[in-house]
DNA sequence: AAACTGTTTTTTCACGATAAAAGACATTAT
DNA sequence: ATAATGTCTTTTATCGTGAAAAAACAGTTT
């Protein structure tokens, strides 16, 4: 105990931003610009401001950022309320994908590697300033994230003092597995005693189908699996109309998104075994019949938790990329 | 929708810090130097720097500067090993008490103070820098502040723009005791469990003590029970063995540490029905039959429930201080 | 009048800088 | 040899600052 988690550990990263006194960078504005292309293959004029920053998520400021760029590269012609598309959007007029995250998702996605990259043993020492140099950022953002962070149960605050590693142990993965089967069966039974003309049925409907159409390509698809797993499993948890619950998912998430990253073994079928499972949660969901909805909910969450636990050696060591 | 939270609603209150530019304040040393002073009654002579430093909880650099400003008011005399109490500490040897303060303290009672000082309706923007401005700080600590604040559920960030406000409403207090009912009854259940030879027991036998002692006296010392209450609900929580049960139980403990302060109507009557609810709780445990547990827990959280839904009216209005 | 565009103000985000506090190292005393 | 003190370095906590992005305001166009 003691030893610092990031010290030197990992090549001399080339730094996230561009080195010098920059204050914010434009990631928001370049993401919308990239989405903003997108756009621009199916229409021959673009909307209005105010329609297009709701479109795209940002404001009209970034909307009038995005349009004089493309009036100054010769995507569109604009003035005032016409923005009429001159040509098709080329590839190198998208900014880079590195270019378009965010300060946060840099850091999560760095921090993330490092823990999972092997050598984070439980106790160590996380040093914010060490952190911040390694990844190029401020410290400011650093602390912001571990911040956001602590909540997932992995680090925890000693107070005027350093952060200490928690470690993505066995015993981490039971108490957030057990939190999550309180949670979802309790959810699961409020799905099932939800009215007939309630919206989510239809969701619920959608989302069987999307299941179906994935098993069927399951042979080339069986990567797009963890992205509708999230969908259901929220659909299901939003039904309990507790906020608690519900941002618990965000937990749940996070640790099977970067599970899902690194650990590839058996990936297909494993992916493969939890499609029926859900097809049979949802059909139990769909019969209204709670001791079915209870079983069937129960039976995912158990092979769901070996999935997650078989991933993590008893004795931390380091899982190759 | 769309008001602002904090838009002059307040008088313009004395900043916190000095005002100018100010980096970091001492309150750590102060703090320290109020509880050492209260060292100081009991002994002659004090120990070496790095049981200081253990016993106060702050570092040697802290104790250093502590001891020193000892010497200089002549409450000790100090030569490297020797320190020597010359004289007992007087009131005005004492930081005043809002000096020791964390900054994280400040902010928090004076958000909460807003909040719960009624016109905070749910849907209301929280504006950092007005935030910031009106309580004398910096916009970082306030940024900090809200980001650790927004896991208690009242408050919810919108990506590139404000925090927004969801109000200490009944929704939210119904959704806060489902999971702390969920929570504590699995807790309970896992406390009864533990065995015979567990540390817990005569942890449980001394807070039965403090319950016995408080009862006698309740006349006048029913305002100590709310600090006994988290005490006894925390050695519960803590059987689970989950960090998330037990780091759930700082949501409950803020809620019902504002709540305490800002209703005390009928608090004698309620606290001593809640020691005895407490009472029976304990034995139960004791008894380790787990129908019985459930049934003194469940029975203790549905007043406890009760009493925090009778103190939010249906549709919010000021609560007076 | 409603909805849009043009312009200005405010707020958020992220940085570097600095004092407080922690921690590490070197020295000395038991 | 251990454990303290004395000194120096590093890290954390907090601020002010400036660019990005949002929001508000004002003037046009349909």
Same mark, same amino acid.
């Given at each position: 105990? $003691? ?15 561009? $080195? ?20 621009? #293959?199916? =229409? ?9 920053? %709701? ?7 970034? &909307? ?20 009429? !598309? ?12 590195? /270019? %378009? ?6 850091? *999560? ?9 092997? $050598? ?15 990844? $190029?950022?401020?410290? %400011?953002? !650093? ?20 952060? &200490?590693?928690?470690?993505? =142990?066995?015993?981490?993965?039971? /108490? ?20 007939? #003309?309630?919206? &989510?049925?239809?969701?619920? #409907? ?10 069927? *390509?399951?042979? =080339? ?11 259901? @499993? ?22 099977? @998104?970067? @599970? ?12 493969? !075994? ?18 079915? !909805? ?15 636990? %078989? ?11």
């Amino acid at each position: 105990m $003691g030893t610092s988690y990031c010290a030197s550990s990992q090549q001399p990263q080339a730094t996230a931003c561009n $080195g010098s006194g920059m204050s914010k960078s434009n990631n928001v504005y370049k993401d919308a610009y990239n989405r903003c292309l997108r756009l621009l #293959d199916e =229409t021959r004029s673009l909307p209005s401001e105010p329609e297009l920053g %709701t479109l795209l998520g940002v404001s009209r400021t970034t &909307v009038r950022t995005i349009l004089a760029r493309m009036e100054e590269t010769g995507l569109i012609a604009w003035n005032k309320r016409a923005k009429t !598309v001159l040509r098709e959007p080329r590839p190198d007029d998208f900014f880079p994908e590195e /270019e %378009t995250d965010t300060l946060a998702e840099i850091i *999560e996605r760095s921090f993330m590697r490092r823990l999972l990259a092997g $050598g984070a043993e439980a106790g160590m020492q996380i040093n914010e300033l060490e952190l911040a140099r390694e990844i $190029g950022v401020g410290t %400011t953002s !650093v602390r912001e994230f571990l911040i956001r962070f602590s909540r997932f149960g992995l680090i925890e605050k000693r107070r005027n003092s350093h952060w &200490v590693l928690k470690g993505f =142990t066995r015993a981490f993965a039971l /108490e957030l597995t057990e939190i999550r089967e309180m949670f979802e069966l309790r959810s699961a039974a409020a799905f099932a005693a939800l009215p007939q #003309d309630s919206a &989510v049925w239809t969701d619920l #409907d959608r989302l069987e189908d999307e299941h179906r159409q994935l098993a069927s *390509e399951i042979a =080339t698809r069986f990567n797009e699996f963890s992205e509708l797993d999230e969908r259901f @499993h929220r659909l299901i948890h939003r039904a309990s109309h507790n906020r608690f619950i519900v941002d618990f998912y965000d937990v749940i998430a996070m640790i099977f @998104h970067y @599970h899902y990253q690194w650990n590839k073994a058996q990936e297909r079928e494993r992916n493969e !075994v939890a499609i029926g499972e859900h097809l049979a949660y949802i059909a139990a969901l769909k019969s209204r019949d709670l001791g079915k !909805v209870d079983a069937a909910c129960r039976k995912h969450l158990k092979s769901a938790r070996q999935t997650l636990l %078989t991933s993590i050696p008893e004795s931390r060591s380091p899982l190759k990329p």
